[in-house]
């Protein structure tokens, strides 16, 4: 009969099967000294400690990588206009009802024309972000001509 070997695990004291116990190298028998059962409770206890730190570790790394994603969307923006300007301007013909009543809306309420203005205002002010590197990137074409 073969005998199964056992040992006892560090954490809860109880006699298992080596099966019972997650393999690990450099270990004189080959095996962590706490059973699997009481390993995964280790592992999750130390995750929840954890949980707080990596999420603020996410954020910087958000924040630190902020740059890359405005780029990448401004370029996006560049790369794709004249299909975005035509996918404008499809919505806006198929919406045309839409956006001749809320122009009329506007006409009646002073306060939220003024909120409007404030709105586009900031938009354009980002647009001309935007031609401004179109310019820029046309004329560093012409210049590596
Ligand atoms: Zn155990």
Excluded at 13 to 34: A, C, M, N, Q, W
Excluded at 50 to 75: A, G, M
Excluded at 85 to 101: I, L, N, T, V
């Amino acid at each position: 009969m073969i005998k199964l070997k056992r040992k006892r695990c560090r954490i809860c004291r109880r006699i298992k099967p080596l099966t019972e116990f997650y393999r690990v190298e450099h270990r004189k028998d080959g095996h962590r000294s706490e059973c699997k059962l009481c390993f995964r409770e280790m592992v999750k206890r130390a995750q929840a400690k954890t949980r707080q730190q990596r999420l603020i570790k996410q954020r910087e790394w958000y924040r630190t990588h902020r740059d890359y994603f405005v780029k990448y969307r401004r370029r996006y923006r560049i790369e794709h206009r004249k299909e975005l300007k035509a996918y404008h301007q499809k919505y806006y013909a198929e919406h045309k009802d839409y956006f001749r009543k809320k122009k009329e809306e506007y006409k009646r309420d002073q306060k939220k024309l003024a909120q409007r203005r404030a709105y586009n205002k900031e938009w354009s002010r980002r647009f001309r972000t935007t031609a401004r590197l179109v310019k820029q990137k046309k004329e560093a074409k012409k210049a590596a001509r």
